[in-house]
């Protein structure tokens, strides 16, 4: 049993956690914050977002809202059709990768991004307070069902200038799995629209996981399998709502969730406009490395997409996102979008001509390692932050998020979880070695 409410939205487990009661509550807040205007809604298609879903629009319309229901659609999908319309706000229902006794609601602003920290502080106290007033209009709110989201996502993906001077591809074969879940027919859409094959793995869309949510390496083996057997130039995979990418190379191996928002730097800079680029503390610096080959700054922000997407407001920047493997493009919208970042990797591909293990090895080569330390008194986490912060020699030092210290080659991140009671400490360095050691210098400080 959990209930977790963060910058990210609500996530709680299925059933006293999660009740229609709760899910009515936050939808009815969430209107109260608004504007008057519609509210876009869609879930990302486990079994249990149906009802949700039917919650949640029953609550707006209580409310006197226009509901724009899109129904089984990505998140990024939702936050696309909240950004380009006059819509005043949107409800994604999706609890990301979570395993299936989860779900959850991501709420976002007029401009299709999430909720920053005073938007989600107002809507908690509103929640908190039990302050939203429901409609005396005996007619209510009104739903209006949008019907093709996934063509017209598709669409906008296809006419994004950085697309337009690659020519298609010739058939080749891409295999996707989408988990059976909200990415499982605009993926294999998109790619058939750009000249690919496509063998799909999992995408019924029916919601029902066939392994475990998250597209880690150990939770896709049936993914570079399926890559091999089929002689495909590349494998997909999305997680849940369809806002992260991860890729298998022609081989059937992973290459690794970093190099996904690295790939979609080098597209948009080759292929777009150049400009600023940012991502988050803990993504690989093979990002700074590609900006850098084009001229271009790369600047960091905190964990979140939120904390990027505003970052990338600031810097008018032209791609960014987080080495979880989430692909950020304006030009399409201001959200982390799995349909933006196939696009983009395959439109560079094909714009090289070379393999994705190609391109992929000629990139500069960093070894990163990710670790936790259980916190038994969250109290001493400032104390373990500033102790680092002091002592670590010869680094550029940022407080931004935790601690980031960084040199010419290498990093280290520390950083206290935002739902769980550890701390996150990630290195990347040349070689595995030398970040082992970033790990291990950081372990002694905050144990001394």
């Known amino acids: ?9 609500l996530r709680a487990t299925l059933g006293d956690d999660l009740t229609p009661a709760i899910v009515a509550s936050y939808a009815t807040a969430f209107s109260s914050i608004l504007p008057a205007g519609p509210i876009v809604v869609g879930r990302d298609g486990r079994p249990s977002g149906v009802w949700m879903q039917d919650v ?62 005073d938007g989600n502080a107002a809507l908690w106290h509103a929640v908190d307070t039990n302050a939203p007033h429901l409609s005396s209009d005996q007619q209510s709110g009104i739903v209006e069902m949008i019907a093709d989201t996934t063509t017209q996502h598709i669409e906008r993906v296809l006419a994004l200038p950085a697309l337009q001077s690659v020519p298609r591809a010739n058939g080749e074969c891409v295999v996707v799995d989408a988990v059976n879940c909200s990415g499982s027919y605009v993926i294999p859409a998109l790619l058939e ?8 793995l999992y995408t019924d869309g029916s919601g029902v996981f066939p392994h475990a949510p998250e597209p880690l390496t150990e939770n896709l083996t049936e993914l570079g399998n399926a890559v091999r057997q089929h002689n495909a130039v590349m494998g997909v995979a999305v997680d849940p709502d369809g806002d992260r990418l991860v890729l298998f190379d022609e081989h059937g191996q992973p290459i690794g969730e970093e190099r996904t928002i690295a790939l979609a730097t080098a597209a948009a800079l080759t292929l777009g406009s150049p400009g600023a680029v940012v991502v ?10 590609i900006a850098a080959e084009h001229g271009c700054t790369t600047y960091r922000a905190p964990v979140g997409e939120i904390n990027v997407v505003r970052r990338m407001q600031r810097e008018n920047a032209v791609i960014g996102g987080e080495g979880s493997g989430g692909v950020i493009y304006p030009a399409c919208h201001a959200g982390r979008d799995s349909v933006v970042g196939v696009g983009l990797v395959t439109a560079y591909l094909r714009h ?46 940022s407080t931004d998020d935790g601690v980031h210290c960084a040199w010419s080659d290498r990093w280290v991140h520390v950083r206290g979880s935002n739902t769980e009671p550890i701390m996150r400490i990630i290195a990347e360095a040349p070689t595995h070695a030398e970040a082992e050691q970033l790990i291990t210098m950081i372990s002694a400080l905050i144990n001394g």
Not at 1 to 8: C, D, G, K, N, T
Not at 280 to 289: A, F, G, H, I, K
Request: charged letters at 20%; one cysteine or more.
């Open 193 to 200: 629209a750009l000249g690919y094959t496509v063998v799909r």
């Open 280 to 289: 988050n503390y803990s993504t690989t610096r093979l990002v700074d490395d």
């Open 352 to 397: 090289r001509g070379q393999s994705l293990s190609h391109v992929c090895a000629e990139f500069p080569q960093y070894a990163m390692i990710k670790t936790k330390v259980v916190l038994d008194d969250r109290d001493r986490l400032a104390q373990d932050l500033a102790r680092v912060a002091s002592s670590v020699q010869g680094a550029h030092i």
């Open 1 to 9: 049993m959990a209930f977790i409410r963060s910058i990210s939205g």
């Open 56 to 117: 949640v629009i029953g609550a707006l319309r209580a409310c006197g809202r226009t509901v724009r229901c899109i129904d089984l659609a990505t998140t990024p999908t939702v936050q696309l059709f909240t950004e380009h319309s006059d819509a005043v706000g949107g409800i994604a229902i999706t609890a990301s990768h979570n395993p299936a006794p989860w779900n959850g609601l991501k709420f976002l602003d007029s401009g299709g991004v999430f909720l920053d920290a």
